[in-house]
């Protein structure tokens, strides 16, 4: 287990701050954010390459905040693989294992042929680095990380230079070592998808401060400000209004009074403003005719894109553009195409209310 | 068969190599070619022209070795860390580069000789350095350090510090990253900044000969014979001296290559 405790960590012209994580033992952890958002930096302060500037890290109770990166067992995977171009694929794998004595050959010798084979490396061991695919690069990075039995992995942008194929290929992989092996994993990313696909609990990171934690699922569902929502794909964000004791967006759609105590509105922001609503695409309903959700729009389609896997629809209906995602079967079922009239639905259950981001 | 126009500014670029190795290469060979064939017998039999010979191998090797070892440390400094006054330490590193060879020689003389404090220090731990190898050392190492500290700064530079966080992070102290990661990729790099040390250190004659006369280098021989003897008697030990440093440069750099493809 992991506990990061009011991490601070300052650099001229950007800081982390009061950063307070746990992962506990065996968990996969995502740290989500975009490019300069100081995970890669975090990163680095975990494995011991930075220090910070006030704040604990403890690892498995022992705090490790002054260690050295060689004394508190922690590997750490980089988007580029960072393997050592003067050594085989072999030594390689077993670099760390050289200043390791507490097991037996052994023991090493049958983690080695575990992880190769579980990776499906076998050919390459004998091969020079700068011979590999990416890929390739990839696994052989991860088993040199996980062959040390470490106390955390450290994945920092693991797919970034992959290609989509090998990248779900390697998605797949690691998932499946991580169900074997049970390492305590903290992977960095920018892409929700990943997380999604890889990791139990997500933590979201702007501007060097956390803005939610929580289970993937649960960030994913539930993001507590616009610009979770915007990272994690809610892509439907309208601000909130509220006059004579009604709540509405887009001057049309009033809400259930029930949100009411949900958001629990403060005298400052009494008017609704500096809350907004927000709408997954997917939860949203087109049909030709009537539907039968707790919510009914009359619009039309203004743009249509397909990228293979599903339709991304824009609907104008009034001021407001909604996008929704539908199958590409839905979407010639319905015999959708741009300026055609449809109905837009949505549920109670789907509307997600947001703080305004002011950080 | 269409046929396309000659690239103007290959061309171009192909004549102007072709001036440089030909502003190379003609003096050599020229040398090498009209030198007199006994008066090059009597000079390999010279017992002078081996000891100058030698002693410009010798030095040069110790003069590369030194550098070696305070010098890559130093290039690992400079490559791995970003301070206030960098540049100016860098700037500082590269003043023998500038400075002509003989006001090195005359620099050095005045903190070497008795009219300076550290002359006289050395002087009196019996540290012989005017008229000695030493001083030809010391003058050597002035003139050739920039190269091998800027050649390993530079291969220093080109690997990424990932590395070594990776070899930090499975167990290796920063000494054992250093040998087993930085310095093993940067060694062919490395190498070929002492290649060029070593080649800038036997050619070195204007710091040198303002310390060290006696014993000569050969540089100084040539000098020596030429003022003497006239150009007949100074072009065989020149024609010498040109084919046994081509010879070593071509293996060490051989050596080299085959480092950076290994």
Known sequence: MIEIKDLNFHLPGFALSDINLTINSAEFFALLGPTGSGKTLLLEIIAGIKYPNTGSILLNGQDVTTMKPEQRNISIVYQDYALFPNMSVEQNINYG??????????????????????????????????????????????????????????????????????????????????????????????????????????????????????????????PNSTFVANFVGMKNIFPLSWENNILSFGSKIQLNKHHLTELQLTNKHSDGTGYFVGLRPEDLVIGNDTLLTDYQLDGKIISVSNNGIFTEVTIQAGKLNFTAYLTPNRYFELGLHEDKHVCLGFDQANINLLVENSL | ??????????????????????????????????????????????????????????TATITTLIIFVFGVPFAYFLARNDFKGKKIIESIVDIPVVIPHTVAGIILLTVLGRQCWLGRFLESTGLEVIGTRVGIVIAMIFVSMPLLINAAKDAFISISPKLENVSRTLGANHFQTFFYVTFAIGWPGILTGMILTWARSISEFGAVVMITYHPMIAPTLIFDRFNAFGLEYSKPVSAILITVSLIIFIILRLVAQRGVRN
């Open chain 2, 1 to 58: 068969m269409s046929k396309t126009k000659p690239d103007r500014l290959y061309l171009l670029s192909k004549f102007s190599g072709l001036l440089i190795i030909s502003f190379i290469m003609y003096p050599i060979i020229n040398l090498l070619l009209s030198t007199d064939g006994k008066i090059m017998l009597e000079t390999i039999r010279d017992k002078d022209v081996i000891n100058a010979i030698w002693t410009s191998f010798f």
């Open chain 1, 97 to 222: 294992l050289r200043f390791r004595k507490k097991q037996s050959s052994v023991n090493y010798k049958r983690k080695f042929d575990l992880l190769v084979e579980m990776l499906g490396i076998q050919k390459l061991i004998k091969r020079s680095p700068q011979n590999l695919s990416g890929g390739e690069k990839q696994r052989v990075s991860l088993a040199r990380a996980l062959i040390v039995e470490p106390n955390i992995l450290l994945l920092d942008e693991p797919f970034s230079a992959l290609d989509t194929n090998t990248k779900e290929v390697i998605q797949v992989e690691l998932k499946k070592l991580h169900n074997t092996l049970k390492t305590t994993t903290l992977m960095v990313t920018h892409n929700f998808s990943e997380v999604f696909s890889l990791a139990e609990k997500v933590a979201i990171i702007k501007g060097g401060h956390i803005q939610q934690v929580g289970l993937t699922e649960q960030v994913f569902k539930m």
